[in-house]
Every structure is written in structure tokens, then in C-alpha cells.
Nanobody, 127 residues
């Protein structure tokens, strides 16, 4: 079992930055890939970024590539999402998720690849 708690959301002006954190409890965090997803009002949940269990590989949605950076600190059981050059269209509830499988997987970008989810944190970008 993995429990996840996000923090770091808030209101920011366009062009600004935020750093989201996702604190995990549970012994298997360090062996699971982690992902960030977001859901805007009236829209489907969408993939944002993922990182493998070692942190050696990362994956990004095209819409955030070059602006967002995912990282993890397995010693602190925490995964981060650094968001720069924020745009109003980044406004959403951001949730972190722990992968269903331990160690490596062939897929990281579908929400049904993930078994454990946090409650989410609101990010609002004003124009």
C-alpha cells in the first residue's frame, strides 16, 4: 500500500512558477514509478509527467515539455513537479500517483497504469 499527499498548489500569475510535492508513505514507494496527472473543470484527467523508480527516465506530455520537471528523492519518499512558465491553460487539480507495478513497466502515461492516488492540489494560473 502507498498513501500519497500532495502540496504546493496555489494561485500564480502567468509566467510564474510553482513546485508541487507528493509525500508518500509505504515501503514500496522507492520501487514504483510515479506520475503526475491533472484534471481541469469539465475535462478528462490527463497525463502530465512520470518518472521511473530509479529516477533514470522521465516522460512528459507535449504540452508541458520544456516547462515542467519531475524528480524524486527516494530517501525522503517524495516526488516533485517543478512547473515554470505557467500558462492559464495549466489551471487544474494536480494529482500524483504510484504505479501499479514495482520496478520497470512498459507504460507510464495511462491513468490505469497507476494503482494509488493522492487527493490532489489545486493550481490556478491567472492571465
Amino acid at each position: 500500500q502507498v498513501q500519497l499527499v500532495e502540496s504546493g498548489g496555489g494561485l500564480v500569475q502567468a509566467g510564474g512558477s510553482l513546485r508541487l510535492s507528493c509525500a508518500a508513505s509505504g515501503r514500496t514507494f522507492s520501487t514504483r514509478a510515479m506520475g503526475w496527472f491533472r484534471q481541469a473543470p469539465g475535462k478528462e484527467r490527463e497525463f502530465v509527467a512520470a518518472i521511473t523508480w530509479t529516477g533514470g527516465s522521465t516522460y512528459y506530455a507535449d504540452s508541458v515539455k520544456g516547462r515542467f520537471t519531475i524528480s524524486r528523492d527516494n530517501a525522503k519518499n517524495t516526488v516533485y513537479l517543478q512547473m515554470n512558465s505557467l500558462k492559464p491553460e495549466d489551471t487544474a487539480v494536480y494529482s500524483c500517483a504510484a504505479h501499479d507495478s514495482s520496478y520497470y513497466s512498459s507504460t507510464y502515461v495511462q491513468d490505469d497504469d497507476y494503482a494509488y492516488w493522492g487527493q490532489g492540489t489545486q493550481v490556478t494560473v491567472s492571465s
